[in-house]
């Protein structure tokens, strides 16, 4: 995630940028920069790689500012060079902008600066932020900011400074976190509490649609509409390591909490409008030639590890339903060694967070060999996968750093869930005003997603009352057991309890001679024709002495005299279900890995990116 930073004051303003910077590297980045108001006017200094870069760069020459904005970069749109590091000025060079979150609108922005005479220099979104200030530029900076956030769709926080106003750093959010900070010396800007611990703690958090103008000795605050806004200031109480995790407790919980915005993120940027209907239609240029998608013989093959594996599973029932196209689903390690038949019709979605699993990337060569198209999903924008995939959709969750993977999941989800959408719509399995509901039904997800943490408590409790389990079953049909998958894994692999998955059909074929009076099974319960099954299955372990949660929809009563204890989720479409029937799951893990002593960042035996076979 990017990281932005600001200093304006008495101080020489590169050394503190620097350092606050480092205090951001926790977020993950892949390129860092500098824009400093010098005595000889506006520097930029910026490079791809690491901050020792940045810093090695800055070491042959002195800059003299006191007023500077940086940032660290993690790559959406543009590969990471150093071109396309921030900060980005405008043609002339007198503006730099640092920018933190993703201009969904940027490709009609940028045409349109394009036809004003503009030649943009990078790939990314952001730069037509630091053209678009000069466009409306008249004198008055906050004024242009102003007329620039008017324009621009998505998600920002924003750091801009110009060298016709050397005393002021102009400061606005959207949807992406901003702070200001209140030094002795100085005022600053940060994404994030940790960047500032060094100078300061009493801070303002700037609220969506707010803009700060910050000067040596003082902070101004305006709504969008250019009105004045007090501000409360807040003084924090966290150490270094509590504010890098945003006051959570461990990364894995910040980022499980980071799910709705993730979905948006993913999901938002890819709904349009058609022009003509006004109804919703999935933007899909990301894949090259997706119309060959549409070919009789046709055939997809997904192929990942671990969590990415079930959302592969979970994407195959997606796309069978929505788009009737058959599909094959493959753990990455197998399909390597299986003497595959693949070949050129065939269109093979790879999924992969950290885009560098080794088994994931050959066997994504292998099937690149047989002349197949590739379509990566991935959330690292310049990993291997996304630079030998014919296509790339990215996820666009932000850096995963706990070893679990929570938001990787639902974001790769919510691809599938378009991609299947979009094949489904022009290979006419469903109508446009389906395509439309559907979209609309999914534009739903963020929020309720969002609405599961009102049941944190009550999963703390569940967790406190059966974290000492040692067997934990999860069961479901269709959706619902490519999800008891998912939570099984993520329930080994924090906790250390020993968690199984069955397809609640499959019960009586063995599995349940296992069930005891200590065995807790929890049961999928979002498929409604399936609901009566559902029940059987639950009587049948209970009536073996085991003890049953059922998950369902808020509007189901169906299990409440048969489970023990029900939890209920928002009511969405039972096939959008996975995006949401997986998060109490998650929760319920990490309650149990805390409650065993276990560290759930870092679960033992597990590395974050398995880049060996
Ligand atoms: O980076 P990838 O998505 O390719 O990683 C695949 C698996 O290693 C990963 O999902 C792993 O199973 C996670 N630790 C699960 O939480």
């Not at 801070?203 to 007090?230: K, M, N, R, S």
């Not at 047989?370 to 990993?383: L, Q, Y």
Request: glycine fraction near 6%; hydrophobic fraction near 40%; charged fraction near 25%.
């Amino acid at each position: 995630m990017c990281g932005i930073v600001g200093y304006i004051g008495t101080e020489v303003a590169t050394p503190l940028l620097l350092d606050s910077l480092k205090k951001l590297e926790y977020r993950g980045y892949d390129s860092a920069g500098i824009a400093v108001l010098a005595h000889e006017g506006l520097v930029v200094r910026k490079a791809k790689g690491r901050l020792t870069k940045l810093e090695q760069l800055l070491a042959s020459e002195a800059i003299d500012g006191t007023v500077g904005i940086g940032h660290t970069r993690w790559a959406t749109h543009g590969e990471p060079s150093d071109i396309n590091s921030h900060p980005h000025t405008d043609v002339s060079g007198n503006i730099a902008i640092v920018h933190n979150g993703i201009i969904e609108n940027h490709a009609k922005l940028r045409d349109w600066l394009e036809k004003h005479g503009v030649t943009f220099r990078s790939q990314t979104d952001s730069e037509v932020i630091a053209h678009l200030i000069d466009f409306h530029y008249n004198g008055d900076l906050l004024q242009a900011v102003r007329e620039t956030m008017a324009r621009i769709e998505g998600s920002y926080a924003l750091g801009v400074l110009s060298e016709d106003a050397p005393d002021r750093i102009i400061a606005a959010r959207k949807d992406s976190p901003l702070v200001i900070g209140y030094g002795k010396t100085g005022n600053y800007i940060a994404s994030d509490v940790p960047a500032l611990l060094a100078h300061t703690r009493e801070v303002t958090y700037i609220d969506d649609y707010e803009l700060a103008v910050l000067f040596a000795d003082h902070v101004e605050f305006y709504t969008e509409d250019g009105d004045p806004v007090q501000k409360e200031i807040c003084h924090i109480e966290w150490d270094v390591e509590a504010a890098e995790k945003g006051g959570y407790e461990h990364f894995m919980l910040k980022e499980m909490h980071e799910q709705p915005k993730a979905l948006t993120d993913t999901i938002r940027p890819r709904i349009i409008r058609d022009e003509s209907s006004g109804l919703r239609n999935v933007d899909m240029h990301e894949v090259k030639d997706f119309e060959r998608w549409k070919a009789e013989d046709s055939r997809i093959f997904i192929v990942a590890c671990g969590t990415a594996w079930h959302a592969g599973i979970v994407g195959k029932y997606i796309f069978e339903q929505f788009a009737r196209i058959p599909v094959e689903v493959d753990i990455a390690s197998e399909f390597r060694y299986r003497n595959p038949l693949c070949g050129k019709n065939d269109i093979f979605i790879i999924i992969s967070q950290s885009g560098e699993t080794a088994d994931t990337l050959a066997a994504m060569r292998l099937a690149k060999r047989s002349g197949a198209e590739i379509v990566a999903i991935t959330n690292v924008v310049g990993s291997t996968l996304s630079r030998e995939a014919d296509s790339v959709l990215y996820t666009w969750a932000g850096p995963e750093i706990a070893v679990a993977s929570t938001k990787a999941f639902t974001t790769q989800l919510s691809c599938l869930y378009l991609i299947a959408l979009k094949l489904g719509n022009i290979r006419g399995v469903i109508s446009h005003q389906q395509l439309d509901e559907h979209l609309k039904e999914i534009e739903r997800i963020p929020a309720a997603a969002a609405k599961i943490f009102d049941m944190e408590d009550e999963l703390q409790r569940f967790a406190a009352r059966h974290f000492n389990k040692t067997k934990v079953f999860f069961m479901g049909r269709l959706f619902d057991y490519a999800i008891s998958m998912e939570s099984a894994l993520k329930l080994k692999e924090i906790s250390y309890t020993h968690s199984e998955a069955f397809a609640a059909g499959e019960l009586k074929h063995g599995p349940i001679a296992l069930v005891d009076t200590s065995t807790l099974v929890v049961a999928f319960c979002t498929q409604r024709a399936l609901f009566e099954k559902m029940d059987s299955n639950m009587k049948e372990v209970k009536a073996r002495g085991a003890t049953v949660l059922a998950i369902t929809f808020d509007d189901v009563d169906t299990f409440d005299g048969t489970a023990d204890e029900t939890l209920k989720l928002p009511v969405v479409l039972d096939q959008f279900s996975p995006m949401l029937s997986i998060i109490p799951c998650q929760l319920y893990a990490y309650y149990c890995s805390i409650l065993r002593g276990n560290d759930p960042d870092k679960p033992r035996n597990l590395a974050k990116s398995v880049t060996v076979e």
